[in-house]
């Protein structure tokens, strides 16, 4: 599985230059950029959360991350002028790699990775919140050029934020400690694919393509149980 990760890298070489170094954003930008939505999110996705899919904490997922990730792009705005560009050979590559290629081998020597036909309106509703969170981990740890503690207290952030909304509401967000190490394991292994494509591609490519990846993986972890 390392070996399918590590032969993204050449591949990823073969794409069109467009990413800028950037000035990267500042530590005092960086810092609120977590921390705010960290605190923030899981008191305001907790209070209005009314459950819409049949599958534990997928909406409530879907919720959190899609506030967490608009609260770092405006917390982030104006702090990021040239890392816009946009390329969908970047953003079809590392989907292909992180879901046919790793995942299809996920699937046929780890764990089940390709859904059923059920699974996959969850994983279009996951991607509205998924898309905007890795858009803005993107660019929060540096687009693929930050330094490792900016990547690492970006991921955490996340992380605490879930546990938060878990403890505020065990009745219902229990299994939110349950994707936590998923979670873990997805910044582990797509995250390193993401880091190459960003520095190659810049953040929006790695963002969009990194999102999509994520819907995917946790549109296969959640079990399919009525959340009634």
Not at 107 to 128: C, G, K, Q, T, W
Not at 140 to 154: E, F, L, P, Q, T
Request: aromatic share 10%; net charge positive.
């Amino acid at each position: 599985m390392g070996g399918i990760v590590l032969l993204l890298r050449p591949l990823v070489g073969l794409l069109p230059a467009q990413a800028s170094a950037g000035a990267g954003l500042s530590a005092s930008r960086f810092w609120v950029s977590v921390i705010a939505p960290a605190v923030l999110t899981p008191l305001v996705a907790t209070t209005f959360y009314v459950p819409f899919l049949p599958v534990l904490v997928a909406d409530y997922l879907m919720i959190h991350l899609a506030l967490y990730g608009g609260g770092q792009l405006l917390l982030m705005r104006g702090a990021s002028q040239g890392e816009w560009r946009f390329s969908l050979l970047a953003v079809g590559l590392l989907i292909l790699w992180g879901v046919g290629v790793f995942g299809g081998a996920m699937d046929r020597y780890a764990a089940s990775f390709m859904p059923h036909a059920e699974r996959l309106p969850i994983i279009a509703v996951l991607a509205v919140g998924t898309v905007p969170f890795m858009i803005a981990d993107s660019l929060a740890s540096g687009a693929g050029r930050g330094v490792w503690w900016r990547r690492i207290a970006a991921r955490v952030g996340i992380l605490v934020s879930l546990g938060a909304a878990a403890m505020i509401d065990p009745e219902r967000l229990m299994f939110l400690f349950i994707i936590l190490p998923v979670l873990v394991l997805f910044f582990c292994v797509h995250g390193l694919m993401g880091r190459w494509v960003a520095q190659r591609a810049g953040p929006l490519s790695a963002g969009i393509g990194l999102g999509l990846c994520l819907a995917w993986a946790l549109g296969v972890t959640f079990p399919l149980f009525s959340a009634g």
